[in-house]
C-alpha cells in the first residue's frame, strides 16, 4: 500500500512508478486480479522472452521490453531507468522475492537514488505451485534451497541442504539442474539422505500449474534418484519429513505432512 511519505515523493517526480510483479507459475490465470490490473495499464513491461510470452494475451498497448536471461542486470538497469517518468511493470516468475528480479530491481534502484514509489507485487511461488498439485505436502515448517551456483558457491548450498535436512524441515528445490549443473541435484539427494530416512516422500512436479506440459511424479528419498533425467530446469522438487506419507487415491498419489492434530484430536 501507498504510505503518506511515499505518496508525496511520487508527486513530486511526475507519474513515474516501478512496479515489480511476481506473475506466478506461468500462467494468466494464476495471476493476481492486482497484478493483472496493473501489468494491463502499465506504460512499460519490462522482462524476459519466457515471463513476456506467457503474459502475452495481457500485453497489447504497453511497450514491451524484451531481454534474455543472464541479462538481469541490464533489464533492472532499464526498468529503473523507465521508471522515472512512466509507469513500468517489471515481470519476474512466481513470486519476484523468491530467487527473482525484486532484490536486484531495489539494488540498483538504491544506487540510482531513484524517487519514485517501488511496489513489489506477490505471486503464486513454485513451492506452492508444486505442493498443491502434490495434496498437502508442507503444511509444517519448510524451507527452499535453490541449486543454481551460478551466484551463490556450492559450498554454501551443500551447508544449507544439510543443516536443513539435519532438522527435518519438509525441503523444497529450486533451479534443481541446468545444462551446466546436471549433477548438482543427485548431490544434493545423497547430503539430505545423510540425514532423513529413505522412506520419507518426495514429489517431482514439472510446470506446475502452466497452461501445458504440467506432469509429477510420487516417490521416496530411497528411489528418487531413479527419475533424476526426468528432472530438468522447470522442475521443483519436495521432500517432505520423516513423519510425511504417501496416500494412494484413485485419481493419484498424493502426499500428506501431518500438522500434529493426531496428536490432539480423534478424526
Ligand atoms: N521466482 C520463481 C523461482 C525462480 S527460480 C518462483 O517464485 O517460483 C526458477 C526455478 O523455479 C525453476 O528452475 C524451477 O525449479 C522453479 N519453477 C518455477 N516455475 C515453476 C513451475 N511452474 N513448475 C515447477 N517449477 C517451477
Redesign the pocket.
Known amino acids: 500500500m501507498v504510505g503518506s511519505q511515499s505518496q508525496s515523493q511520487n508527486e513530486a517526480s511526475g507519474k513515474g512508478r516501478l512496479y515489480i510483479i511476481?506473475i506466478g507459475?506461468?500462467s494468466v490465470e494464476q495471476l493476481t486480479v492486482k497484478a493483472r490490473e496493473v501489468i494491463t495499464s502499465s506504460d512499460y513491461v519490462v522482462g524476459n522472452g519466457t515471463y513476456l510470452d506467457q503474459m502475452a494475451s495481457l500485453l497489447d498497448k504497453q511497450n514491451i521490453v524484451r531481454s534474455a536471461m543472464g541479462k538481469e542486470v541490464d533489464r533492472a538497469r532499464k526498468a529503473v531507468e523507465l521508471a522515472q517518468d512512466n509507469v513500468v511493470s517489471m515481470i519476474?516468475?512466481?513470486?519476484?522475492n523468491?530467487?527473482?528480479m525484486a532484490g536486484l530491481v531495489l539494488e540498483v534502484a538504491e544506487h540510482a537514488n531513484l524517487k519514485v514509489e517501488i511496489e513489489v507485487l506477490p505471486?503464486v511461488?513454485?513451492i506452492t505451485?508444486?505442493a498443491s498439485v502434490l495434496g498437502a505436502p508442507i503444511v509444517n515448517d519448510f524451507c527452499t534451497v535453490?541449486l543454481s551456483d551460478l551466484l551463490t558457491p556450492w559450498e554454501v548450498i551443500e551447508k544449507r541442504l544439510d543443516a536443513a535436512a539435519s532438522a527435518d524441515f519438509v525441503m523444497s528445490l529450486?533451479?534443481?539442474k541446468s545444462r551446466q549443473r546436471n549433477s548438482n541435484f543427485s548431490r544434493a539427494v545423497e547430503i539430505i539422505r545423510r540425514h532423513k530416512e529413505d522412506s520419507v516422500p518426495v514429489g517431482l512436479?514439472?510446470?506446475?500449474?502452466?497452461d501445458k506440459d504440467q506432469d509429477y511424479i510420487v516417490t521416496t528419498l530411497g528411489e528418487v534418484l531413479n527419475y533424476n533425467d526426468w528432472v530438468d530446469?522447470?522442475?521443483?522438487i519436495l521432500i517432505g519429513t520423516n513423519d510425511s506419507r504417501i496416500w494412494d487415491t484413485p485419481y493419484g498419489k498424493r502426499i500428506i505432512t501431518p500438522r500434529g492434530y493426531h496428536r490432539k484430536y480423534d478424526y
Open positions: 511476481g507459475p506461468g519476474s516468475g512466481g513470486d519476484a523468491i530467487y527473482g505471486g511461488t513454485a505451485a508444486a535453490s529450486y533451479n534443481p512436479v514439472k510446470n506446475a500449474l502452466r530446469m522447470s522442475t521443483t
